[in-house]
């Protein structure tokens, strides 16, 4: 079965860390741009990070700059979102998703060939 799951979300405080994974199983993510984004309650989903296939490429929200660091590990076919000092705005479901056509990176919602269920982060006191 072809998909992406995510992992490690949770509950944190203001000021906290969280590093998420995205694991791709059942195919090969080498060739693929992923991309993170998150939906908080009410608003629309929206890009946070991308990392293009060889790591050559990474964009970042300005809403997370210097705050939030993209990485990929393609020997575990896994991405990483490591997210330092956490703000409440930034809870929401997080999803990664994977993109083959991109040769750098793109954070847009449509297009993309594959889509996590996301993990759930909750930056709260």
């Known amino acids: 079965q072809l998909q992406l799951v995510e992992s490690g979300g949770g509950l944190v405080q203001p000021g906290g860390s969280l590093r998420l994974s995205c694991a791709a199983s059942?195919?090969?993510?080498?060739?693929?741009?992923i991309a993170w984004f998150r939906q908080a309650p009410g608003k629309e989903r929206e890009g946070v990070s991308c990392i293009s296939r060889r790591a050559d490429r990474i964009n970042y929200a300005d809403s997370v700059k210097g705050r939030f660091t993209i990485s990929r590990d393609n020997a575990k076919n896994t991405v990483y979102l490591q997210m330092n000092s956490l703000k409440p705005e930034d809870t929401g479901v997080y999803y990664c998703a994977a993109d083959r056509s991109s040769l750098s990176c793109t954070m847009r919602t449509y297009g993309m060939d594959y889509w996590g269920k996301g993990t759930l982060v909750t930056v709260s006191s």
């Open positions: 059942g195919f090969n993510l080498d060739y693929y741009a």
